[in-house]
C-alpha cells in the first residue's frame, strides 16, 4: 500500500495562510497588498501579523518566564518599530507612542515583546543599517527599559507617571520638525479644497481618496449624526457630539497590514468654541484580531460575550492602553459592519528609522519603545483588575526575578530566529504571489 497522506510544507502553510487572510479583499486592493508585501521582508512582517499569531500561540517559550493569568493584560497586537510615532492635537499637544490599537487583544505580555523585537531586526537591517553585533545590543536596551519600567511601578510609581523623553536625541529634533511641518492647517490643505461657496470639501483628486455614491454618502452622515455621538466617552464628550457634518470621502489605499478593509475621512465641523473648528474624523472597518483565530473555542465565546462587536472591542483597547486617549474615539455601524470612529490627528507621523544617525541614537529611541511598551502593559493590566492594579508588574518580576540576562537571551534568541523564518517566508511568498516591485 501507497502511503499518501504528507503534510504541508511550511511554504504551502505560509502561501494558504495568506490567501485565506486576504480572500476578501477585491483583486485590485489584493494586488495593491501583495505588492506592498513584495517589497521587503519587513513590509512582508508588517502585512502578515495573522502569521505571527499562529506561530507563536501558545510557544513553549512563554511559559519560561510567563504563561500566567497574572502575566495577561491588554496587548497592542500588532507591536512593530514603525507602529511609533506622533500623534495629538492642538488641545492635547503633541505625543510620541503607540496609538494603533486595531489588533489590540488580551493575551501574555511576551507576545508583544517577540513581535516587537523581531521587527528591530529586521527595520535595523533595513533601514538603520545596523550589524546583528548591535541590533543585539539595541534589544537588550530595549528589554532593559521595560523592565526597568515594570520596576518603578513596584516601588510606587504610576503608569501616568512615566513620560518619553522628548528633550533627548533623536526623537526631540525629530518633534521640533513634526510640529513645524504639520498641524491642523497643513492638514486641510492636503486633504481639502474650496467649493463655489468657499466651503471646505475633500479634494478627490488627491491619489488616497475615492468618492461615494449618494447612497453611501447619504449612510456614513446619518450614521455619524445619529449612532456615533452616543458610543463618545470621556471629558467633553457632549461638546465633541456638537458638529456638523461637512463631506466624507473613501479613504484609499492606506497602511499595509489594513489594506483593502473599508475605510472613510469625514470633515466635521464643531459648533461650539474649541481650539479647532475642523476636525477630520477617520472612520475605519473593525474586525477580529489575528489572536482570535488562535483561541480554544470557550476562549472564543468568552471574547464574544465580553465585546458586542470589535469596534467596542478597540474602544475598549484604545481607552485602555492609551496615556493620551482621543476624545473623538468611538463607533458606527454601516449594515452589518463595524466601524471605529477617531479624529485623525494632524500630527501624525512614524520615526524615519532610515534617518537615523547611528547606534547612539538607535540605543535611544530602543529605551523609549520599551518605556512606552511597560507603561501601556501596565495600563492595560489596570484596566482590566481596577481593584488590583498592580498584579501583572508583581506577577512578571517575580516570573522572571533575577534571571533577566537569561530572560534578554530568550528575547534575542527568538527576535532573530523568527526574522530569519520572516526573511524565508518573504522569499516563498515573492515566488509565488509576489509582483515586479519585489525588492524595490
Not at 526573511?423 to 511568498?429: E, M, V
Request: hydrophobic share 35%.
Amino acid at each position: 500500500m501507497t502511503f499518501k497522506f504528507r503534510r504541508a510544507s511550511r511554504r504551502q502553510l505560509v502561501i494558504d495562510a495568506i490567501d485565506n487572510a486576504n480572500a476578501s479583499l477585491s483583486d485590485t486592493d489584493r494586488a495593491r497588498k501583495y505588492e506592498k508585501m513584495s517589497r521587503s521582508p519587513y513590509r512582508f512582517f508588517r502585512g502578515t501579523n495573522h502569521l505571527f499569531w499562529s506561530d507563536v500561540w501558545n510557544d513553549w517559550r512563554s511559559y519560561l518566564y510567563g504563561g500566567l493569568l497574572d502575566s495577561q493584560t491588554w496587548l497592542q497586537g500588532d507591536a512593530h518599530v514603525y507602529n511609533h510615532g506622533v500623534y495629538g492635537d492642538d488641545r492635547q499637544g503633541m505625543h510620541y507612542g503607540m496609538d494603533d490599537f486595531d489588533d489590540a487583544v488580551i493575551a501574555d505580555y511576551q507576545y508583544d515583546l517577540w513581535r516587537h523585537t523581531a521587527s528591530m531586526v529586521l527595520d535595523a537591517e533595513e533601514n538603520a543599517d545596523l550589524s546583528p553585533a548591535k541590533t543585539k545590543r539595541a534589544i537588550r536596551h530595549f528589554l532593559t527599559s521595560y523592565l526597568d519600567t515594570l520596576a518603578k511601578t513596584a516601588e510606587g510609581a504610576s503608569p501616568d507617571d512615566i513620560h518619553v523623553a522628548y528633550e533627548e536625541k533623536p526623537l526631540s529634533s525629530f518633534m521640533k520638525k513634526v510640529e513645524k511641518k504639520r498641524g491642523v492647517p497643513r492638514q486641510l490643505g492636503k486633504w481639502f479644497v474650496e467649493d463655489a461657496n468657499g466651503g471646505l470639501i475633500f479634494d478627490l483628486e488627491a491619489n488616497k481618496l475615492g468618492g461615494l455614491s449618494a447612497a453611501e454618502r447619504s449612510q456614513i452622515i446619518k450614521a455619524l449624526e445619529t449612532e456615533y455621538p452616543s458610543t463618545l466617552s470621556g471629558s467633553g464628550e457632549h461638546e465633541r457630539a456638537n458638529f456638523r457634518v461637512l463631506d466624507v470621502a473613501r479613504r484609499l489605499n492606506a497602511g499595509t497590514g489594513s489594506l483593502g478593509l473599508d475605510r472613510f475621512y469625514a470633515l466635521v465641523e464643531s459648533m461650539d468654541d474649541e481650539i479647532d473648528t475642523h476636525v477630520l474624523l477617520d472612520i475605519k472597518q473593525q474586525t477580529r484580531p489575528p489572536a482570535y483565530e488562535c483561541m480554544t473555542t470557550r476562549e472564543k465565546r468568552r471574547w464574544r460575550e465580553a465585546f458586542e462587536h470589535e469596534a467596542h472591542r478597540h474602544f475598549e483597547a484604545f481607552y485602555a492602553l492609551s496615556q493620551h486617549p482621543d476624545g473623538y474615539l468611538g463607533w458606527l455601524s454601516l449594515g452589518d459592519t463595524w466601524f471605529s470612529v477617531r479624529r485623525r490627528s494632524p500630527y501624525k507621523k512614524d520615526f524615519p528609522t532610515h534617518k537615523i544617525n547611528g547606534f547612539k541614537d538607535y540605543r535611544a529611541l530602543t529605551t523609549q519603545w520599551g518605556r512606552i511598551l511597560a507603561r501601556e502593559h501596565m495600563r492595560g493590566a489596570a484596566n482590566l483588575r481596577p481593584d488590583d492594579p498592580g498584579y501583572f508588574h508583581r506577577a512578571v518580576t517575580a516570573r522572571i526575578g533575577v534571571d533577566r540576562e537569561a530572560f534578554k537571551s530568550v528575547v534575542v534568541d527568538f527576535a532573530f530566529t523568527y526574522a530569519e523564518c520572516v526573511r524565508r517566508d518573504h522569499q516563498a511568498f515573492v515566488e509565488e504571489r509576489g509582483t515586479s516591485a519585489a525588492g524595490s
